[in-house]
């Protein structure tokens, strides 16, 4: 049986470095410096603690958070779509809808379709499985709870921002996910 390591390979962190920058470098230009810092909080940040704590458990271990993180993150996503998310968040950085047809959109979407292939590339101990395991439950456990902040950037008197309920639900799911990401079970 292969002994299996935590070592990150230079290139694995270059790799993983280089995803984290375009996914900043797309919300910056897609959305505007406010989005760019909100992003950062899940990729840099997930970045971050891939670098810092060795991760070795299996698949089987995160499985259910990352699958149940994974639906409620549709639904969150359909939240803001049907309420107007990205029209809330325009108002707040003045920074218009972007084009959904546009390369730049397709881009930023495949940034974050890459969370599709943890149960493969974690499933089989890859370190860059694990830096997509950390930055997808750190978005959905840190970067999500924003859309109870940005209320407090419309102006408004403090009230419902799109997106807000969903959170009440994936936000605790990542934060599990991230618990048995940072154990030491190699199962």
Request: zero cysteines; aromatic letters at 20%; charged letters at 10%.
């Amino acid at each position: 049986m292969k002994k299996f390591s935590v070592k990150k390979s230079p290139q694995t962190i270059f790799v993983a470095l280089l995803l984290t920058l375009v996914a900043l470098f797309l919300g910056y230009i897609l959305l505007g410096m406010l989005t760019m810092f909100l992003f950062a909080f899940g990729f840099l940040g997930g970045f971050i603690l891939w670098l810092l704590i060795p991760t070795k458990v299996s698949f089987s271990s995160i499985k259910v958070p990352y699958f149940l993180a994974l639906a409620l993150f549709v639904g969150h996503k359909l939240e803001e779509r049907y309420l107007d998310f990205f029209p809330a968040l325009a108002k707040i950085t003045g920074v218009p809808v972007p084009d959904s047809d546009s390369l730049l959109v397709y881009l930023l979407l495949a940034t974050a379709g890459a969370w599709l292939l943890i149960p493969f590339l974690v499933g089989r101990r890859s370190q860059f499985g694990y830096y997509l395991a950390w930055t997808f439950f750190t978005s959905m456990g840190i970067t999500e709870l924003a859309h109870y902040f940005l209320p407090f950037f419309t102006g408004n008197p403090y009230g419902y921002f799109p997106g807000m309920v969903s959170v009440i639900f994936l936000a605790p799911v990542a934060w599990w996910g991230l618990w048995r990401l940072s154990r030491k079970n190699t199962k």
